[in-house]
C-alpha cells in the first residue's frame, strides 16, 4: 500500500537552529505540496512542486524558509533560523495531478516544537 | 481573495442519524471541490471530488452536493457512526491555478453512541 512518508515524526528544537523536514512521496506522483496546519490558522499551502520544478511558493516567508525537490524520491523544507511562530504540524502530500484527478495523499506530517 | 468556509467548527449528532456538513466559498467559480477526513494526529484522508457539472455525487454512507449558483457544498453522512468522529475539510483549487488546493478550516464532527 503506497504511502507518503515524512521524517522525522517529531521535532523540538530551540530558536535559532535549523530545521530539515524531509518527505518521499508516492512513486510516479507528479505533484508535492508542503503545507502546515495550526489550530488558528488551519492547513495552509507553503509550496508546490510539478515534475520537480517549484511551482508556487508563495505561501513561504521566502526569508527563513527554503523547499526543495532534489530527486523524485525526495523532497525538503528548510527553515533557518527557527523562530517560535513556527511551530506547527508541517504536512507534506503528493498527486498525480493529471486532468480529471485532484486528490492528495498526505503524509503522517512532522510536529515542530520551536522554544 | 478567494475565501472557503465551513460554517460549524463542531457538529455533535446521534448515532444513526443523518450528519450534514456545509462548506460555502466565494470570488469565483472552482471546476470543482474535494472533501478530505482528518483524524487527531494524522494527515487528511481524501473521500469525495465533486466537479462543477455535477450536481450529487455518493460514495456508501457519503453523499455530496455542489450548488454553483449558491457557492455551496454539503457533505452528508447518513447512518452515522461514532468510527465517523473526525474532522471534514472541505478543498477548492486557487483561483490561479487548478493545482493549488486551498482547505476550509473543517468541521470536527463526534457522534455519540
Known amino acids: 500500500d503506497a504511502r507518503v512518508t515524512q521524517t522525522p515524526r517529531d521535532k523540538v528544537t530551540e530558536m535559532g537552529q535549523e530545521v530539515t523536514m524531509r518527505c518521499q512521496p508516492i512513486l510516479g506522483h507528479n505533484t508535492v505540496f508542503w503545507y502546515r496546519q495550526t489550530m488558528k490558522q488551519g492547513l495552509e499551502l507553503l509550496a508546490y512542486f510539478r515534475n520537480r520544478a517549484p511551482l508556487d511558493d508563495s505561501g513561504m516567508p521566502k526569508d527563513r524558509f527554503s523547499a526543495e525537490m532534489p530527486d523524485a524520491t525526495l523532497a525538503t523544507l528548510k527553515i533557518q533560523p527557527s523562530e517560535p511562530r513556527d511551530s506547527a504540524v508541517y504536512f507534506c502530500?503528493?498527486?498525480?495531478?493529471?486532468?480529471?484527478?485532484?486528490?492528495?495523499?498526505f503524509g503522517p506530517g512532522t510536529r515542530l516544537t520551536v522554544t | 481573495s478567494q475565501k472557503i468556509e465551513q460554517n460549524s467548527e463542531a457538529l455533535n449528532i446521534q448515532e444513526g442519524k443523518t450528519a450534514t456538513l456545509t462548506c460555502n466559498y466565494t470570488?469565483?467559480?472552482?471546476?470543482?471541490l474535494q472533501w478530505y477526513r482528518q483524524d487527531p494526529g494524522r494527515g487528511p484522508v481524501f473521500l469525495l471530488l465533486?466537479?462543477?457539472?455535477?450536481k450529487e455525487k455518493r460514495k456508501e454512507r457519503l453523499k455530496v452536493t455542489f450548488d454553483t449558483t449558491l457557492k455551496q457544498s454539503l457533505f452528508h453522512i447518513t447512518a452515522s457512526q461514532p468510527a465517523d468522529s473526525a474532522t471534514y475539510l472541505c478543498?477548492?483549487?486557487?483561483?490561479?491555478?487548478?493545482?493549488?488546493?486551498?482547505f476550509g478550516s473543517g468541521t470536527r464532527l463526534s457522534i455519540r453512541p
Open positions: 478543498a477548492l483549487p486557487g483561483y490561479s491555478s487548478a493545482s493549488k488546493i486551498i
Open positions: 465533486i466537479r462543477e457539472n455535477e
Open positions: 470570488n469565483y467559480s472552482p471546476a470543482y
Open positions: 502530500a503528493s498527486g498525480l495531478l493529471t486532468s480529471g484527478k485532484y486528490e492528495q495523499y
